[in-house]
């Protein structure tokens, strides 16, 4: 936990409105999971932000998301089914466009004529 984080949790009285950031250590997420949050219709940000402009967030609201028991499973789950989802089809593409060789066999290179053996020199074969 960073120092500005620290000092912000102990903070007595909170702002009214929060920043992502500031969201994301009341609720005891990390700050990349808010836009998570926010996309599966789990946390609201006040007003009608921009897509790509600063979102703020009622303290008073968050205060009783974090008191819910049932949204935080909610939440907690979501972030793990983003994950899951988003790995999943990493793995599952990695095999399909992956122009790399899958072997690679290495193959001395033969050294000048009248040059010493170079046991060091190596090329790539195909």
Same mark, same amino acid.
């Given at each position: 936990m960073n120092s500005q984080q620290q000092q912000f949790l102990n903070l007595k009285t909170h702002p009214a409105r929060l920043?992502?950031?500031? &969201? &994301? !250590?009341? +609720?005891g997420f990390s700050q990349h999971e808010i836009p998570? +949050? /926010? &996309?599966? $219709?789990l946390l609201k940000p006040l007003g009608r932000p921009p897509e790509t402009g600063v %979102? *703020?967030?009622s303290t008073t609201a968050l205060e009783e998301l974090r008191r819910d028991v049932k949204w935080l499973a909610r939440a907690s789950d979501s972030i793990v089914n *983003? !994950?899951?989802?988003?790995? $999943?089809? %990493?793995t599952a593409h990695r095999g399909d466009h992956h122009?790399?060789?899958?072997? /690679?066999?290495? %193959?001395? +290179?033969?050294?000048p004529a009248g040059a010493p053996p170079a046991r060091h020199l190596i090329a790539v074969v195909e």
């Open positions: 920043k992502a950031e500031e &969201a &994301a !250590w009341f +609720l998570i +949050l /926010v &996309a599966e $219709g %979102k *703020y967030f *983003y !994950w899951r989802t988003r790995n $999943g089809n %990493k122009d790399a060789p899958h072997e /690679v066999n290495f %193959k001395p +290179l033969a050294p």
